[in-house]
């Protein structure tokens, strides 16, 4: 499984571009990067997830450079309420169960 | 847009006892998941559940942990009998494949 490596705290102020960047060195050629995030006192929530290149959706981008060792989550114009633990995942998607192994995260602090 | 719900949000035990933890899971995922997190401390993986059997089981998986889907909708993780260090969040989770998981709100067990 490969190991990644996240910033443990990041502070911001709201509207402001939140730029989380994730090393993960030894990544294989079949795992795929997914970003979760969790609030305190609740199950983490999917983000985003992607192979390559980039990927947008309504939340979040994720950038992948072509040698796919890091990535950098994304999150545009942030509010109070994107304070939260974010986690960089990496690992291939099986087909029976796909247990996921989580790190310290990355805390994020929104000041107003 | 369904969610997965966990009953009971808290539950307060004395050591030693049985309790039943419960989750219902988005009702088209297929595979299922226990997950625990410890007061500030990573999600660990648990166990994970498909076509009716267990596919992957943690270390922390021992003999006093077991789960159920008794009727199709409900997935349950007992611990048969609860230890002091057993205290934590625990998460169900679900997905369609084996891909993006989707968690419930978590039920914080304490055991006295």
């Known amino acids: 499984l490969a190991k990644t490596t996240q910033p443990i705290s990041m502070d911001s102020y709201e509207g402001q571009e939140v730029n989380i960047t994730c090393s993960h060195n030894?990544?294989?050629?079949?795992?795929?990067i997914t970003w979760y995030q969790q609030f305190p006192s609740q199950g983490p929530r999917f983000i985003i997830q992607?192979?390559?290149t980039k990927v947008t959706n309504e939340v979040a981008s994720l950038f992948i450079p072509a040698d796919r060792k890091s990535s950098t989550l994304s999150l545009p114009r942030v509010s109070l309420s994107d304070t939260a633990v974010y986690y960089c995942?990496?690992?291939?998607?099986?087909?029976?169960?796909?247990?996921?192994?989580f790190g310290g995260g990355t805390r994020v602090l929104v000041k107003p | 847009e369904p969610e997965v719900t966990q009953t009971p949000s808290h539950q307060v035990t004395q050591m030693g006892q049985e309790v039943i933890l419960r989750c219902v899971p988005i009702s088209n995922h297929l595979y299922f998941y226990w997950y625990r997190q410890i007061l500030g401390q990573k999600v660990e993986f648990l166990v994970s559940f498909y076509n009716n059997e267990i596919s992957e089981k943690s270390e922390i998986f021992d003999d006093q942990f077991s789960v159920e889907r008794p009727d199709g909708s409900n997935f349950t993780l007992k611990i048969r009998s609860t230890k002091l260090e057993d205290s934590a969040m625990y998460f169900c989770?679900?997905?369609?494949?084996?891909?993006?998981?989707?968690f419930g709100p978590g039920t914080r067990l304490t055991v006295l």
């Open positions: 989770a679900g997905s369609v494949l084996a891909d993006t998981q989707y």
């Open positions: 992607g192979y390559k």
């Open positions: 030894n990544i294989a050629t079949n795992d795929y």
């Open positions: 995942l990496v690992g291939p998607i099986k087909a029976a169960g796909n247990k996921l192994t």
